[in-house]
Every structure is written in structure tokens, then in C-alpha cells.
């Protein structure tokens, strides 16, 4: 048994405070009397004293708490880090050695240990540099004890002893706060730290040496202050639009509802620039949307400057991005481009163009509002509520309707570009939607459309009404007390309940159903779009007219995408620039 060996089980056999000096002496301590209270506090911390501070690990969104255990012993100088530390972990080792050393404090030479406990559980990303040097400083006696036990803390540290921003830092006080903590946290990220709630302590030191000062009661850190991104930012206005009342009332429709759409149409005819307004329409994010939403940017690392989003989130990834990016997972496991746009829009231009993996992998989060992402140690799952915008060109070319411009191609071609797309994934699109090319007389000045201010309050006021209606449905129990907000995400009971059409409703999605051999997934897409399209009217039954519309934007049939219908209802489509086919 080695001398330390030794020691360390005397230590733990005696009760170390009451030992006397004799049976230190006797177990292998030398006592020396000059320096005795020295020594004896030495023998007693190295043997009896592991120093534990709190941090977290994230699964997705989850916050996992996680414990620093720091030992020095006596033996060869050595600095180890266990418990299943990735690299940026593991060498969070040098970091802590040169910021201690950057603020005039060394490594003691002893066997430094650190545990992060569970150890079966994987450790990822650099924000554990800060708990591991609070917790090598609490068991080296200078920072308190017992205040670190108050505390959840996560940062990364520079070589100078500057405390770098983290990913995560608003569900980690989150997490805190549950577990009647305070949090140390980034400097930089104080304000996002500041949200979870007034009556919890945040320090958000912006270097190690503030934070030592700030314990050891020599300087005071004040208390970070909530904040929420800039709101005034403009948006694009739909004045922008000419023409297209068709389109226009399409993306009205959707939003209201917070419906899928899909946009078909010849190269500049609007398409992109429709999508990119629909920011402008939707209503912003109610509180706990915005906490939701700013969680998973959190956790992804995009809280700029520590800033709430308020805003609906506007994703739109290029076609190139492939699956990991798009729903998420990858090495380091992060939010995808569908869990960023949560309760927000996710618009995918040139949707073809997409890798098929890719859009199929789509699938199951927009049937579910989740993405679970396998790993090899277990599942990781994001929130991914979003509500999808796409666009694409009728064909490769682009002008399958426009007999000049056509190619030698058409119409195979758009067959072909089409069936890029699986039926599934166009099963789940609500509106399907036909933008022509735009007449160049409608884009003269005089025409003056109108702007989103009005439209976004139209929707604000079908939001609302949908809202209520599954606040009440909720209080009656039904869908286990918690009906979806939104009429795109009703199902079962619920959606039969507020989208039930009248009399005349009723004989024509019959008609409909017998005529364009409906399945149960259409037949229910009809009536959601039904209901949003009779909330826009401020109706409380879904008539016929309703109906009519909402067959309007079936998916259009793959022989060219201008192809008149023969719909059920013809005739008495919209009121607002009705679609040519109706
Ligand atoms: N309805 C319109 N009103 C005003 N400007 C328009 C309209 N349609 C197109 N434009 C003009 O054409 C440009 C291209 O439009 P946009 O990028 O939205 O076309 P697109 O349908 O997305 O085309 P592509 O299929 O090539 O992506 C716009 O920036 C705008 O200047
Ligand atoms: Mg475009």
C-alpha cells in the first residue's frame, strides 16, 4: 500500500477535524509543529475534502444537472479529467491551467482530479471550463464552499482568464432556477441568464478574476438586466407585391391558420419574394413561444448578444444543406433549420432542388412537431412546430405553361422535376398554389396593393379566435387537455368539433370525396383549411363557400401545373381574386 494510499484511509477512517495529532502521526502524517495549523489543515483537505460545484449537460433541449468533483491528492502532480469528456472538454485541462496562471494563481503540485459525475454520461462542449476552475479553486481553498454549492455554472475560458460565451446558458437558468439555484454564467450572456426570473441570483462575470472577487466579497457584480431583441427592424411589406391577389390571399390563409403552402410557378414571378413577407403578417411570438424559440437558439449558440427573440423565426436554408442541417443531429448533436423555425416559418425556395434524404427526413417532424434524432448513446429530440413555405418552378426550365418559352422537353420534363417530390411530402402541404407569371402592367405605379398591416391584422384576429376556441376545448378535456393552438396542427375530435361544415358544406365535400377519390389525410386537410378560411371570414360554421375554396388549393395535378381543374364547387370559389380554376 502506498504511503498516500495510506494516508487517505486514515483520513477517511478517523473523523478527520477530531483526530488527534498522535494518530495523524501514527498514520503516516508527519506533524510539524512550527506550521501546525498548516499542516493539519493540509492533511484535512487533502484527504477528507472533495470540492463539488454544478454545472449541466444538454440533451436537445433538456438540461441534464451535472456535478464537478475536484480532488487534490498527494502524489505525482498530475491534472485528470474523468467522466467521459469529449476532446473540447478534455482540454478544458489547459485552459484552466492558464487562466489561473493569467490571473497570478498556479496549479498546485498536487494530483488534481476531476470527476464529471454521472460518469456514464457524455460530456460535450467548452462550457465546462468554468466549473471545472471553480471547482480546482474551491478545493484549493480560495473560492467558499459551501457558497458554490448555490450555484449552476457554465462558461469558457480564455487564456487570459476571460470568461468566453457558451451555448445553452437561458435553459441552464432555466434549470437553475427549478433547482433553487443561482447561476454563473458568461458575461456576455447575463441578459439571456436574466429571463428565467427576477427572484434568482445570475453573476455573469465577464473574466475569473471578477467572479473570485465578487465571492471573496471584494467587488460587487451587479445584476444583469433581461433583454429582448431589437423589434424595430422593418420587415418586407406585401405593398411590394403587384398582382398575384390569388397568391396574396393564399399566404393569408396560411398564416392564419399557420398553414403548410406551396408556391408553383415560372422563374420571377414572385414566389421568393411572397414567402419572404410572411414574416410581416404573422403575429409576434406570445411569452412562452419566445422562450421556447429563444431555448433552441440558445441551445444551438445563436442568441446573439444574449437577446430574447420575440419575433417569429424566418428560416430559409439553401437547397444545397444536407439532412444533418436541416432536421438536425451531426457529430455534436444541434438543432436542425426545422427546430430554429419553431413556432416560426421554415421556407424551403427550390424545393426540388433538395436532396431527397433530406426532404424525406422533413416528414416525421412536420406530422409530429418533434425531431428525434438517434444517437449512439441515446435519443436526442428538439421541438420542430413549424409551419412550411415552399417553392418551385413548374420544371427544370422553369416555363412548362408558356408554350414560347417552353422546352423541347415539355411537359415530361415537369413530370419528372415533380416527381423529385414524394407523394407523402406533398400530402402534408395544405395549400398548394399557383403563381403565374406576373403581368408586367400590373407592377406600373398606379396599382397600389395592399400593405401587410391590414392583412397581419386580419390574421392577428383568426389567431386569436382559434386560440380561444382551444382554450375551451382544453378546459372540456379533450386531446388530453391540450389542444393545438393553431387549426393546421387540429386532429381527431378536436378538428371534427370546431370544423363540422353546414348542410350545403356537407353534400359538397361529399361530392368531392366520391368525385377526386379524397383519402382521410386530404379529407382532413379540407376541413383545416375550412375552419381557417371561415375564421378570416369571422364565422363560427364552415359553409359551403368555405369548402369550395379550400378544395381550390388541392395538390395540381402533374400534367402541367396551370392545368385547369374540374373541381366540385367550381364557380363559387374565393371572394378576393378566386383562382381561375374555381
Ligand atoms: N408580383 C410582383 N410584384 C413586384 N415585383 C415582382 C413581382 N414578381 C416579381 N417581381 C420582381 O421580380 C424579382 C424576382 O422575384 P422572385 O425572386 O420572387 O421570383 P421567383 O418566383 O422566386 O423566381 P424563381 O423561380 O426564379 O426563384 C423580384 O425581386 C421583384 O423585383
Ligand atoms: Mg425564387
Known sequence: ???????????????????????????????????????????????????????????????????????????????????????????????????LTAIGLALPPKRIVVNLAPADLQKEGSHYDLPVACGVLTAMGVLPAEEMDAYMILGELGLDGSIAAVAGV?????????DERGLICPGAQGGEAAWA?????????????????????????????????DEDAPLADLADVKGQESARRALEVAAAGGHNMLMTGPPGAGKSMLAARLPGILPPLAPDEALEVSMIHSVAGHLAEGRLITRRP???????????????????????????????????????????????????????????????????????QV?????????????LDDPALACSKAPRCGEDYRGRLSGPLLDRIDLHVTVPAVDPFALAPAASPEGSAPVAARVRT??????????????????????????????????????????????????????????????????????????????????????????????????GAGAARQDPGAGEGRRRGGRATL
Open 170 to 178: 437561458l435553459p441552464a437558468a432555466l434549470a437553475a432556477r427549478r
Open 462 to 559: 383568426a389567431r386569436e379566435g382559434q386560440w380561444e376556441r382551444a382554450a375551451v376545448l382544453s378546459r372540456e378535456g379533450l386531446g388530453g387537455g391540450r389542444v393545438p393552438r393553431l387549426n393546421a396542427r387540429l386532429d381527431g375530435e378536436a378538428l371534427d368539433r370546431v370544423a363540422a361544415p353546414d348542410a350545403a358544406g356537407r353534400r359538397l365535400i361529399g361530392e368531392a370525396v366520391e368525385r377526386l377519390h379524397l383519402s382521410a389525410r386530404s379529407y382532413h386537410r379540407l376541413l383545416r383549411v375550412a375552419r381557417t378560411l371561415a375564421d378570416l371570414d369571422g364565422r363560427d360554421a364552415v359553409a359551403r363557400l368555405h369548402v369550395a375554396e379550400a378544395l381550390s388549393y388541392r395538390p395540381i395535378p402533374l400534367a
Open 387 to 399: 409551419q412550411l413555405i415552399a417553392a418551385m418552378n413548374p420544371c427544370k426550365c422553369g416555363y
Open 1 to 99: 500500500m502506498s504511503v498516500s494510499h495510506r494516508r487517505f484511509l486514515a483520513c477517511r477512517e478517523s473523523t478527520a477535524l477530531g483526530t488527534s495529532d498522535a494518530t495523524l502521526a501514527s498514520r503516516g502524517w508527519r506533524v510539524n509543529k512550527a506550521s501546525h495549523k498548516l499542516t493539519r489543515n493540509q492533511a484535512v483537505r487533502e484527504c477528507l475534502m472533495v470540492a463539488r460545484v454544478h454545472t449541466v449537460a444538454f440533451s436537445g433541449v433538456e438540461v441534464l444537472p451535472i456535478q464537478v468533483q475536484v480532488s487534490l491528492t498527494g502524489g505525482l502532480p498530475a491534472f485528470t479529467i474523468v467522466g467521459l469528456p469529449d476532446k473540447a472538454v478534455a482540454e478544458s485541462r489547459e485552459r484552466v491551467r492558464a487562466a
Open 197 to 229: 426570473g427576477d427572484d434568482m441570483e445570475v453573476l455573469a462575470p465577464a473574466g475569473l478574476l471578477e467572479l473570485i472577487n465578487h465571492l471573496k466579497g471584494s467587488q460587487t457584480l451587479g445584476r444583469p438586466r433581461p433583454e429582448a431583441r
Open 314 to 384: 424566418f428560416r430559409a436554408p439553401h437547397h444545397s444543406a444536407s439532412m444533418p442541417a436541416l432536421v438536425g443531429g451531426g457529430l455534436r448533436a444541434r438543432p436542425g433549420e426545422i427546430s430554429l423555425a419553431h413556432n416560426g416559418v421554415l421556407f424551403l425556395d427550390e424545393l426540388p432542388e433538395f436532396s431527397r434524404p433530406a426532404l424525406e427526413a422533413l416528414r416525421q417532424p412536420l406530422e409530429t412537431g418533434r425531431v428525434a434524432i438517434a444517437r449512439a448513446n441515446g435519443h436526442v429530440t428538439y421541438p420542430a
